[in-house]
Structure formats: C-alpha cells, structure tokens
C-alpha cells in the first residue's frame, strides 16, 4: 500500500546541520516532495527531486534519494531558529492528483 | 510567481450559518485542490477540480460544498457545519492535475 514514514521530532543545536529522513513504498513515485510548515501558516513547497536523480543541492538544503531503499532524505545546513517548523515529506506515485504525506516531522532548535 | 491567496484568514463561525472561503491563482495552474489540516496531522485531501470541472471528492459530507467559477478562482461554501469541522482549510494549485502542488496559506475555522 502507500505509505510515507518520518520520525515525528528532531531536535538540533543551532548552527549545526538537520537531516530529517522519510521512507516511502511506492517505487512508481516520480516526484517527491519536502514541505515546510510554520506555525499557523501553510505549506511552503521547499524541493522536490524527480526519481531519477539521486541528489538535489539548493544552497542550505541538499535532498538525496535512494530509490533501492525507498529512503529520502533532507539535509539543512548551519540550522537557523527560523527552520524551526514541521517538515513534511510527500511522493505522488500514481501522478494523479492525490499527494501521500508523511505525519510530519518538527523541528526543534537549541540555543 | 508562485502565490496561491486565501481568504478569509481566520473565520469563526456558529452551526447554522452560511459562509465561504475563497482561494485564488493568476499563476494559470489547471488544478485547485481543497485540503483540510487538523492540529498536528498530515492535510487530508477533500476536493480536486481539474480543468474547472469537480474530478476528486474524497467522500466530503455535503455540508461543504465545493465551486470553481473560473479557472483562477476556488471556492468552499460552507453551511451546517458541526464543531469537529474546526480546522485549517488549505488550497493549493498545480500547472496539471498530478503536477507539484503550491499552498496558499490557509483559512483557520472555528465552528462554535
């Protein structure tokens, strides 16, 4: 079936690096998705990666993909209490309309 | 431009009134999408519209009533609603149905 699993909390020291990880089922996926939640705001789309990459680089963020495992992965570097957020992951797998979300992972930042 | 506009921004509203939320794009996006976001959960997909015509309905109860005037332009009319309907309505937008999905901000509802 789809599913999309993320750990639900991670906390981070400032200035050091945040990888939040997500695995996904469907090997069908073309797209997937990280989105970025703020407090009593919406979803900001912050990458995507298309299945046949490996690895996308947007200045703090770096998203690897590893299709064997159905493993992905984003990386923010030097974390600003600005990425204090949830973070979702999503894949589309049949790229019809209906995104499959994670529960979200919220990430806190240390002093 | 990737802006997808909603309004109102918070609404409260009792269980015998009438209203609507309004979502807007101008980035010629063929697919709008109304989603429902509950404290600290995923959001829940209810309404899909492609190319104005309704195409996904996720078993929504009819006391929410989807309508897409024109291509720009989504709206979520609302009547009867009970107090578990209370939560962020988002929309989004994308260039084609199954195309990557850009969110406005939201409509926070209370349902007294």
């Known amino acids: 079936g789809e599913d999309v699993e993320q750990s639900l909390f991670l906390s981070v020291r400032e200035g050091d690096s945040s990888v939040i990880n997500c695995t996904y089922t469907?090997?069908?996926?073309?797209?997937l998705y990280w989105y970025k939640q703020e407090p009593g705001a919406g979803l900001q789309l912050l990458t995507y990666?298309?299945?046949?990459?490996d690895m996308k680089q947007d200045q703090r963020l770096t998203v690897l993909l590893n299709k064997k495992d159905k493993h992905l992965s984003l990386r923010i570097a030097d974390t600003q209490t600005g990425d204090s957020a949830i973070y979702f992951c999503?894949?589309?797998?049949?790229?019809?309309?209906?995104?499959?979300f994670g529960k979200g992972t919220r990430l806190h930042i240390l002093p | 431009d990737t802006e997808v506009t909603q309004t109102p921004k918070h609404l409260v509203m009792g269980m015998t009134n009438k209203k609507s939320l309004k979502c807007e794009q101008h980035?010629?996006?063929?697919?709008m999408y109304w989603y429902k976001q509950k404290a600290k959960k995923p959001p829940e997909l209810m309404f899909v519209y492609s190319y104005e015509k309704l195409s996904i309905n996720e078993s929504v109860p009819s006391r929410f009533s989807p309508e897409c005037p024109n291509s720009s332009l989504l709206n979520l009319h609302l009547h009867a609603l009970q107090p578990e309907d209370s939560a962020l309505y988002l929309c989004?937008?994308?260039?084609?149905?199954?195309?990557?999905?850009?969110f406005g901000p939201g409509t926070r509802l209370l349902v007294l």
């Open positions: 469907d090997s069908s996926s073309t797209y």
């Open positions: 980035m010629g996006h063929r697919a």
């Open positions: 990666i298309f299945s046949n990459m």
């Open positions: 989004a937008s994308s260039q084609d149905p199954g195309g990557t999905q850009y």
């Open positions: 999503a894949e589309n797998p049949n790229r019809d309309d209906k995104i499959i």
